[in-house]
């Protein structure tokens, strides 16, 4: 499946059928940091992926100055 | 669906946008944040959480602007107030643009530079300044910003970490209005920032995802990430962390916010509250300039 990654952007190639919680610690992430997006929706931790999606990881902490 | 681990529960799209706002609803009533016929004037940083607040108060009912402030970060700034602008002409909701570089010669990483200060430090000055400031000219009741729940729990560990009693005192849901001072308001203390990236991702919100560049090794970044890692083993841990030190820790912290009021004076170049004869933006606007006019 494609992977699209932010800060920075980037896109990865990672083989499926996978599970998303499985997909986000594979990539060293925690699940409290990120939503995972295929086309617009968002899917769930135990969502198989299959090997032909497209997903967005998209961070969810943001820093700085509030 | 998304889950929502600290809850223990899976909710579909209808209901998850309702838990959101029943959240925020939750928190404005149990801190008498807006009375009715108040105008409120949201902070708007084109970020998800700020977005999110914008449209659940406006969801919500309430009379609520928004104010962009123009950093002078280059293409972060631009590319932001381009999602800010595109949500309120979507919505038909006004907006408000401050171009601090504009109106005050100077930019963040200037002013970081000038004062070497971290430019997260002279980002919130400034912003803490400006925000109240269009709040105080624009003549609106109420300065809404969108500090969630990981904002503040984030905030609340670095002062533990340092012992910070009068920081810890002054971090409040709602700041009263003071001679100067518009009142302000966190409405989004219930909602974790995850909460309202899915929020906007579900209503279709479009939000700057790619963080501030200048925000890289920020300390609260770090914290968040502590915290974050707790959070995995703990669901809710973030949660009872902070909404236990407002039940049980700023009653026994309210005199240490009560005397440090009663110390504000006026600024004796622009008239807004501060500690001391001159306030602290005002002595950045000097240090900008000076080092501007040194090529420095």
Known sequence: ?66 | MIEVRRHRAAFCADCFLHHCREQVRRVLEKFHMVEPGERVLVAISGGKDSLALWDILLDLGYVADGVYLGLGITDYSDTSLGFAQRYADGRGAKLHVVDIPAEHGFGVPDAAKATKRVPCSACGLSKRHLLNRAAIDGGYDVLATGHNLDDEAAVLFGNVMQWHVDYLARQRPVLPATPGFARRVKPLIRLSERETAAYCVIRRIDYIVEECPMAAGNKHLRYKETLNAIEERTPGAKATFYLQFLNQMQPVLAGVADEERASVGECTRCGSPSTSEICAFCKLVERAATDSLDGR
């Open chain 1, 1 to 66: 499946m494609r992977v699209h990654l932010h800060n920075p952007k980037r896109d990865l190639e990672v083989a499926g059928p996978l599970r998303v919680n499985e997909l986000v610690k594979r990539l060293g992430l925690t699940r409290e940091a990120v939503l995972v997006i295929r086309g617009d929706s968002l899917v769930m931790g135990d969502t198989q992926l299959a090997d032909e999606d497209d997903v967005e990881i998209r961070p969810v902490i943001s820093g700085g100055a509030r």
